[in-house]
């Protein structure tokens, strides 16, 4: 096997490791340990007086001092996830999302099985994407479908708002932007999330020179965080996909943009469901009210089961007996609760798609 450093490729720093210590590396892991190791060997037979040979310095350095340094690199890690703000997110997040959603098949099989099923991925060259957006009008479960990325991968989530940003003056905001992308890109499997996106990455024509500048920061920094091999998502969510700029909407910069829009009538079911289970309930005709909330967001449902759960509560608390929620209680309560979407909302929602939809 080939032993001088300028002729080894990554794969033959694999295969050396491997057959020294026992130890499989990433290729691009294994470029990094071996001048490591080689330097040990030096300083191990200055130690003992005599040459140690290549297989015990490897096997030494695997065993005993590469531990040390990834047990300092996994503090560090932690010590940023917890300044960051880092959540786990449970698995089960996912199952709330119907299947019949075409953003969950979407993400499923764009997202998900490329970073799950990765030597396939490698075999057909496909390459998971790093940066996504998320578009949509108010209250359709775009933060929710991040968060069901996270959980499904079970990735570290991190939600960084507008405001958080903006906490030491508007004019520190493209600062701190660049400090926590470059932050978040340096860690693994962590899920970074933007909400209210066009508030930081707002259309430069018509902008103030702050605007304009917090824009170009964001347009710098997609291309440097996607540079990195590292196993992350740049994830951003907004309400009002015509108020970006076009340069982040070009190919290139986001790999994925992708529509989050009302639910069909099985989208709604799996949620309201999803609610009734916890729900004090007596005998629910589903069906009919699922049909009397055509343009309710998943927001608009959760606020449903709110007003319903105060309303059972407070009539138990006054009549000081069992109260069960029924259709009549729903049918009571849904003119309290407006919704969200129009179908003017959901026509301009339709343009949006064609003119923006990319995955």
């Known amino acids: ?27 691009k892991v294994a ?17 003992l007086g005599r040459d140690v040979g290549t297989k015990v310095a490897c096997l030494d350095f695997m065993e005993n001092i590469e531990p040390m340094h990834q047990e300092l690199h996994d503090a560090q890690r932690i010590q940023l996830l917890k300044a960051l703000g880092a959540q786990r997110i449970d698995r089960s997040i996912w199952d709330t999302i119907s299947e019949t959603q075409p953003p969950k098949q979407i993400v499923n099989k764009r997202i998900i099985l490329p970073l799950t099923e990765i030597e396939l991925a490698r075999k057909h060259a496909v390459i998971p994407p790093r940066t996504i957006i998320f578009f949509g009008p108010p209250g359709t479960g775009k933060t929710h479908f991040v968060r069901a990325i996270a959980g499904i991968l079970q990735w570290w989530y991190v939600e960084i708002s507008p405001s958080i940003l903006m906490s030491d003056g508007e004019d520190r905001l493209g600062a701190n932007l660049k ?10 499997e962590v899920v970074l999330f933007i909400d209210e996106f066009e508030e930081i990455a707002g259309s430069r024509d018509l902008a103030s020179r702050i605007d304009k500048s917090i824009t170009n920061e964001f347009l710098k920094q997609v291309p440097l965080l996607k540079r990195k091999e590292r196993k992350n998502l740049l994830v951003c969510a907004t309400n009002y ?30 949620i309201f469901e999803h609610y009734l289970c916890d729900t004090s309930r007596g005998d629910v005709d589903v069906d009919r009210i699922i049909s009397m909330i055509t343009l309710f967001t998943p927001a608009d449902i959760e606020y449903l089961f709110q007003k319903v759960r105060q309303l059972a509560f407070e009539r138990e608390y006054i009549k000081g007996k069992d109260y069960r929620v029924t259709t009549e209680t729903f049918l009571e309560m849904i003119p309290n609760v407006p919704s969200t979407l129009t179908n003017e909302i959901i026509e301009d929602f339709k343009q949006d798609c064609a003119n923006y939809t990319r995955y």
């Open 1 to 27: 096997m080939k032993i001088a450093s300028d002729e080894l490729s990554p794969q033959d720093y694999v295969a050396l490791i491997c057959e020294f210590s026992g130890q499989k590396v990433e290729p």
């Open 31 to 47: 470029a990094e340990l071996w001048p490591k190791i080689m330097q040990h060997k030096w300083v191990l037979s200055e130690k």
């Open 179 to 188: 400090t926590l992308i470059e932050k978040a890109s340096n860690l693994d």
């Open 241 to 270: 996909i015509r108020q970006l700029d076009t340069a982040l909407l070009r190919p290139g910069r986001f790999d994925c943009i992708i529509p989050v829009g009302g639910l069909d009538d099985q989208g709604r079911r799996t």
